[in-house]
């Protein structure tokens, strides 16, 4: 292993008078990050039917065999990439938020933010289901429901619980296929 010559003075000031001023760039505000364009839930979309999107339509008759919310994984996705997703280490491109919407509104929603994200060429996007507290029951029907429904779109590949600073239990960061 080669070790490492001391800077010269004169190397060093050139070094800094090329890079100029420089700042530290925080990670979590670059995380946080929502897109300006991201799809929003309209008053209006309460009484109207989910169109087939591009991507074809999400399938709600698929039970859900595992607590929603825990890890899943299509097959051939890297374990370096699952471990960064599970970490909270890839950027949210973009988010949705579905808290207090009806199962149909929901599904509508999702199914057009995950088709959109696709078309832009997004990696990870957060869903945001809340956590079932205002329910009947206190019930996580959306949890349920999202967990389903992600499982069965072709563009995800992988989806698990948020880290805390991002929604924990009450949200997912998605991984989209490139």
């Known amino acids: 292993m ?26 979590e505000r670059t995380l946080a990050h929502r897109r300006g364009a991201t799809p929003r839930a309209r008053a209006d979309s309460a009484n109207t039917k989910p169109k087939p999107e591009p991507g074809g339509p999400i399938d709600s008759s698929v039970s859900a065999d595992r607590d929603p919310g825990q890890l899943f994984v299509r097959p051939g996705l890297q374990h370096k990439h699952v471990r960064r997703l599970r970490q ?24 057009a933010f995950l088709d959109e994200c696709r078309d832009q060429g997004l990696r990870c996007v957060r869903v945001i289901h809340g956590k079932g507290r205002g329910s009947r029951g206190g019930h996580a029907v959306l949890k349920w429901e999202v967990d389903r429904w992600l499982r069965r779109h072709e563009a995800v590949m992988a989806f698990c619980s948020a880290q805390p600073r991002h929604g924990g ?6 991984l989209l296929k490139s």
């Open 169 to 174: 239990t009450g949200a997912l960061y998605v």
């Open 2 to 27: 080669s070790k490492k010559r001391p800077v010269s003075e004169d190397d060093a000031a050139l070094f800094r008078s090329a890079v100029g001023d420089v700042r530290v760039i925080d990670d």
């Open 88 to 111: 909270g280490r890839i950027a949210v491109e973009a988010e949705t938020d579905l808290h207090g919407m009806r199962t149909r509104e929901a599904q509508a929603l999702l199914t």
